[in-house]
């Protein structure tokens, strides 16, 4: 059963098609002139990272930036050498908490792009992200082509997600990334006005689901790497997680510092403008 569980998940995160009537466990609407109350997660308790008590109280849509924000980012432009690592997909019960010692062990921050369908198998996994510092952007819950979506649908979508998310972690995603890079313009500029998310792209894919190898995926995500980058990847395949120590320490040694994508994009020293490159892959 244990070696065949990853397979099932990639088979049911990949046919899977239902959005859950509901997931929330807490409102992200307040009363009239309330405080948002959060119930603190259980599973939070002996775990380092923050105290509940320093998590800022949420605002239901645009969170706070403190620059004028782009509606797209592949990378950003800064003079310090940061990247982003992003982990797309999971969280998976075996690949994740391994990745999460991984990362601890380097005192490394990363974004989760966590799909709706794998959360509520491992939630406590969300946790254990926010308590460790890590940032958790919106996948959908589906996992489906956005581009192919109605405005309905897709703001079904990420409207589950975000309520999940924020249920599971009392922390609300603040960006976005579309299944295999596929958006439209206009949906865009309606998840930047529903959520105040800008869609996050990457500036290098190893394509490490089609499984090169540990070694390729290393030697792809290093020597695409350049200050202000976006390095996508998956934690729901094995081999891309035994492929992070060497990947890592390579990046480490060579001066890079990780962040989080929002803080990436606090650091982007370019003038804001819209991009114009649409992606329509539909594989990752
Ligand atoms: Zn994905």
Sequence with gaps: MKAVLPTLLSLLLLSACQVPSSVSKTSATSPAGDELKIALPPLLVGLEGPTWDEVQPVEEKFPGWSRPIDNTYTRVTTSRRVLAITFDDGP???NTPRLLDMLKERDIKATFYAVGNMVKYSPHLLRRMIAEGHEIGNHTV??????????????????????QILAETGVPPRTMRPPGGA???????????????????????????????????????????SPGGILLVHDLHKPTVDAMPATLDQLLAQGYEFVTVTELIELDEKPSETPSDERTEDRR
Excluded at 142 to 163: I, P, Q
Aim: hydrophobic share 30%; no cysteine; net charge negative.
């Design 92 to 94: 998976h019960p075996e």
């Design 183 to 225: 958006i439209k313009k206009s949906q865009k500029e309606l998840m930047m006005d529903e959520f105040g998310y800008p869609t996050v792209l990457w500036s290098v894919d190893p394509e490490d689901w089609k499984r090169p190898g540990p070694s390729v995926v290393t030697s792809r995500l290093v020597n695409g790497a």
């Design 142 to 163: 589906s996992h489906g082509n956005l581009a192919r979506m109605s405005d309905e649908s897709l703001l079904k979508e990420l409207r589950t997600a975000h309520e």
